[in-house]
């Protein structure tokens, strides 16, 4: 069965720290997506990033950066030099062609960034 | 581009009673989606339909919760009658063409629903 785990509930960093909240999934497909997303106090998923299971490059964005390793199902998130706007709930979804691409989510890691 | 937007943002009710909620997606997109979001807890899927038909609705209680997409725009999700456990924010998402994964989905800002 498909899940994703976020095992930080929540995390709390000085703002500039580098901080990175962590991902495991599991598929028995062998074409399947993650993603993640950023909620923020107003509620709103916001998209991040989205990865093919074919693809294992990892990426950079800015102050974001995505590490895709299948070997040990993980897909983490770091964001470094953290800033006070980072606050918000980070969701990992994964989504497979066997449940129609439906985004099953973790549970959500909250980071709270200090000044 | 304007994005997805729900409405109302925030609806409080009496169990028992019945409360609707709309969902206008991106323009263009073939695919829509409700989930709720219990807190503390990451968003589920209720519905999604392709166009105006229904693609998985296997985890919407059918014995209260109920959606359509009539003409494969607008979408309207309603409970009737409203549980306690039904308090939730209800999110409504929308994608380009198609249910490929390569879709990615797009959120609108949610209603928030409380049931006394």
């Known amino acids: 069965a498909q899940k994703v785990t976020q095992a930080q509930t929540e995390i709390s960093v000085v703002e500039k720290e580098d901080v990175t909240l962590d991902c495991v999934y599991e598929t028995r497909d062998t074409t399947y997506y993650l993603f993640w997303y950023k909620q923020p106090p107003s509620g709103e998923l916001v998209f991040l990033i989205r990865r093919n299971s074919f693809d294992e490059q990892n990426e950079i964005s800015g102050r974001y950066s995505w590490n895709f390793q299948k070997s040990t199902s993980s897909f983490n998130f770091t964001i470094t030099a953290s800033q006070v706007v980072d606050s918000a709930v980070y969701f990992c979804a994964l989504s497979e062609a066997r449940s129609s691409y439906k985004l099953i989510f973790g549970s959500g890691t909250r980071l709270l960034v200090r000044p | 581009e304007a994005g997805v937007a729900q409405s109302p943002r925030y609806k409080i009710i009496e169990k028992r009673q019945s409360v609707a909620f709309w969902c206008n997606p991106i323009s263009g997109h073939a695919t829509l989606y409700w989930y709720q979001q219990i807190l503390g807890q990451g968003p589920k899927l209720l519905i999604q339909?392709?166009?105006?038909?229904?693609?998985?609705d296997s985890q919407l209680p059918k014995d209260r919760f109920s959606a359509e997409r009539l003409k494969g725009v607008d979408s309207t999700l309603k409970i009737q009658p409203a549980k306690l456990e039904d308090s939730a924010v209800y999110l409504c998402a929308s994608s380009p063409t198609g249910t490929g994964g390569f879709n990615t989905q797009y959120f609108g800002p949610g209603t928030r629903l409380t049931v006394l």
């Open positions: 339909f392709q166009n105006n038909g229904v693609v998985d």
